[in-house]
């Protein structure tokens, strides 16, 4: 198949609507989409390779911890509790996961993911590591977040649910985003990194880092399913409790080739960031 011509790409982004309706609702029970599953399915084998196809993801990780931290810290929490429980949503081959179950803050995660594949392999990666092992630490299930049992009370319920490099692969993020409220405990947070819907990141992403110095696979990014972090900000502000009284974070990042990821003043206006929102502790 001929790959489409810079003008070509051009005119097809032109017609974008320049905002992404996170209040679009979707009459689909699941945010799985075959298409993003399959090209994942692709990259399972050279997920825990540092230089392969999730090199970047590798080398993002830090930051990730990093600007949890930074949420924690922001906020009191209701209910002091050294141990944390995790939920990651869309977790690919574990690179989160495993690092956050080594954590010795932390009590529990579960990974959860729609490819079977990824899945498999973020098992036997932990596999490798008895601390991995131990009952509870973590567990992986080859499920979507519409898949798990809501929860009926804050002890079934995770201190930090993430959505790291996911929302911008969802068809309907609000309805996805709704699917994954419920899981977050009363003064816990909800996690996660995406990419703003400017020219500035559609040429970095689509047409630098897949293009010309391919630092991922061709077809990862979707120019059009990014989201600006103010959009975030409509929706979480118009779902009661949450995000009230400084409970709301955001964090730009930019990857600067031959030295890694950086954090960037304002750089959740036109690239990568990060964002996180607290749920009212007095919010059932």
Known sequence: ??????????????????????????SQSSSVNAAEVSHFDSLASTWWDPYGSSGLL???????????????????????S??????????????????????????????????NKVISIAKAHARQ??????????????????????????????????????????????????????FVKPGGWLILSTIARTWTSWLTTNVVAEEVVRLVPRGTHDWSKYINEQELRRFFRAQNGWGKD?????????????????????????GNYFFGVRKDPHRE
């Open 58 to 80: 590798h080398q993002m990780n830090p930051l990730r911890h990093d600007f949890i931290s930074s949420c924690l810290e922001s906020q009191p929490d209701p209910t002091p």
């Open 82 to 115: 050294k141990y944390k429980c995790y939920l990651d949503v869309g977790c690919g081959g574990g690179i989160f996961a495993e690092s956050a179950a080594r954590l010795p803050w932390t009590k529990s995660v579960v990974g959860i993911d729609p490819s």
């Open 129 to 182: 590591d008895p601390l991995l092992l131990e009952p509870g630490r973590l567990e992986y299930q080859n499920k979507a977040v519409e898949d798990l049992p809501v929860p009926r009370i804050p002890e079934e319920q995770f201190d930090i649910v993430s959505l790291f490099e996911v929302i911008e692969h969802i068809k309907w993020p609000a309805p996805f985003l709704s699917s994954c409220l419920p």
């Open 246 to 270: 400084g409970g709301l974070k955001s964090q730009g990042c930019m990857y600067v080739p031959a030295v890694g990821w950086r954090t960037v003043a304002s750089g959740e206006k036109w």
């Open 1 to 26: 198949m001929a790959r489409p011509t810079t003008p070509r790409i051009l005119s097809r982004l032109l017609r974008i609507p320049t905002q992404r309706r996170l209040s679009s609702q979707s």
